[in-house]
Structure formats: C-alpha cells, structure tokens
C-alpha cells in the first residue's frame, strides 16, 4: 500500500517432531496489517489454525513499537490462541539496541518479559534474550517471536526458560 500503511495475507505451515509436540502439522492462515506514524509502528493480524487431527484455533495478535533514533526501540505485544476450550495468551514488553550503529557488521540485542496463561492453569513468566546478525545489511528492530502467529507454538519453543512461580503481589 504505502511505507505508512500495509494490508496482507498469510498462510504458514509448522512441523514439528519432538516428545512434546508429537509430530505434528500445525497451519495458520489470516490478514495482517501495520501502520506506522514514525516513530510508532502498530502491526495486528487475526485468523485460524488448524493441525494433523483436525483442532482449529483462533489467533489474533497486536505489537506496538517506538523506536528511537539513538538505536533503541521498545515494545509492547500480545498474542492469543483460542479453540476447543483451552486459551493461551501471551502478552509483555521488549527493548532493543542496534549496536551496529557506524559498524560494518549489522548486530541487534533484544530482550522481553512476558507474561503466559496457558490453558487458563495459570500463569508463567518468560525473560528472553536475544542476538540478531542478519545475513543482509538491515537489522530488523522490534521482539522476534519463534512463529509469528501462534501463542501455542511460541510456547512451546521455550520451555526450559519458564521462571514461573507464586506470582508476586
């Protein structure tokens, strides 16, 4: 559409072959769009997924960013993954640092919270951290999440990094 404003489609699929995934096919589909008012961006998509033995879930997502021109951005996020009676969510905050700034070689450090429900069982609390060196010149800015549509999957790729416990009033 314009560098202000963009509208899509999307489709993905996901295998996975593990003992907690089960070998399973998970496909997701949905619109998605961003709009940006420098220095704010605002990216939020909704559809469904569905896997191999035929549960369907309903995604939607939102993240909002701020990124200044010192090299830092920060962010806000929340996604949900809603079918057959069970909810996860997931929602928290980011910030990150372009320390490629006047390097040739492009480097971006990020970090985020963020708060699960899972299953409505309860809640978990995930601290991420991560490095970024593309393969190309541009670092993209913002939280990177391990599938870019589904809380349930996003989950799942982090277990061993849960720091849950009684939450803290």
């Known amino acids: 559409m314009s560098d202000a404003f963009g509208l899509g489609l999307f489709a993905d699929r996901y295998w996975a072959n593990s003992a907690l995934a089960m070998d399973q096919t998970v496909d997701h589909y949905g619109i998605q769009g961003t709009v940006t008012f420098d220095p704010f961006t ?95 010149q541009t670092v993209k800015r913002g939280e990177t999440f391990f599938h870019p549509h589904s809380a349930q999957l996003d989950i799942l790729s982090f277990v061993g990094t849960d720091t849950s416990g009684p939450a803290v009033p």
């Open 42 to 136: 605002v990216t939020a998509f909704a559809g469904r997924g569905w896997n191999h033995i035929g549960l369907s879930t309903d995604i939607t997502g939102i993240d909002v960013g701020f990124q200044m021109d010192n090299g830092f951005d920060f962010g806000l996020f929340y996604r949900s993954e809603a079918g057959t009676g069970a909810t996860i969510k997931q929602y928290g905050a980011s910030v990150g640092y372009d320390i490629s700034r006047g390097s040739a070689m492009p480097v971006y450090v990020t970090a985020s919270f963020a708060n699960t429900e899972f299953l409505g069982v309860g809640d978990s609390r995930l601290f991420r951290v991560g490095i970024t060196i593309p393969l190309g």
